[in-house]
T-cell receptor, first 113, second 112 residues
């Protein structure tokens, strides 16, 4: 079975542009997580979904960030407008239950100039 | 609000010796703990876990120890191998309520 698939792997864009990150979870996994990794804060949980419903978005930094999960096999994380401080590696992960090991994608390295 | 702390950003160990990675947590409600390993340009992968009803769990060269009174867990790798060089993340959660936190990671370098 394929693992968690994220796209794009790298994104470089200018400040103020809209950025959309995509994730395809493992089939059958009911939970999907979005994380941001930075040197200062390590892995930060941004938001997670259960059965396509957002459960906890308290980690979303501000209103510029939004996430959707229109169906069980696809999720997006959008930043609009983007700022240089959003530069980081963004990971998507999925698990079949919230308290089970998570399976991570290889991440999207985002650079905002 | 760092509920899970890995106070050593990096650790260097000679091949064949023991590597000990540490993690401290503040929330006494945490009752399930996991370790993940992360190579550059890849996502973290699950390594080993422990429930709070145990104080030790072993899987091959990897052993996790839990000291609930001290709110401390550690990952032991014996013997360490160069392929173990990676960043290790501690992950703590409340099993029934799906609250979970990751530490900031410890970068392990195993020298040949």
């Amino acid at each position: 079975d394929a693992g968690v698939i994220q796209s794009p792997r790298h994104e470089v864009t200018e400040m103020g542009q809209e950025v959309t990150l995509r994730c395809k979870p493992i089939s059958g996994h009911d939970y999907l997580f979005w994380y941001r990794q930075t040197m200062m804060r390590g892995l930060e949980l941004l938001i997670y979904f259960n059965n396509n419903v957002p459960i906890d978005d308290s980690g979303m930094p501000e209103d510029r960030f939004s996430a959707k999960m229109p169906n069980a096999s696809f999720s997006t994380l959008k930043i609009q407008p983007s700022e240089p401080r959003d530069s980081a590696v963004y990971f998507c992960a999925s698990s079949w239950m919230g308290n089970q090991p998570q399976h991570f994608g290889d991440g999207t390295r985002l650079s905002i100039l | 609000d760092q509920q899970v702390k890995q106070n050593s950003p990096s650790l260097s160990v000679q091949e064949g010796r023991i590597s000990i990675l540490n993690c401290d947590y503040t929330n006494s409600m945490f009752d399930y703990f996991l370790w993940y390993k992360k190579y550059p340009a890849e996502g973290p992968t699950f390594l080993i876990s422990i429930s709070s009803i145990k104080d030790k769990n072993e899987d091959g060269r990897f052993t996790v120890f839990l000291n609930k009174s001290a709110k401390h867990l550690s990952l032991h790798i014996v013997p360490s191998q160069p392929g173990d060089s990676a960043v290790y993340f501690c992950h703590s959660l409340v099993y029934n309520f799906n609250k979970f936190y990751f530490g900031s990671g410890t970068k392990l370098n195993v020298k040949p």
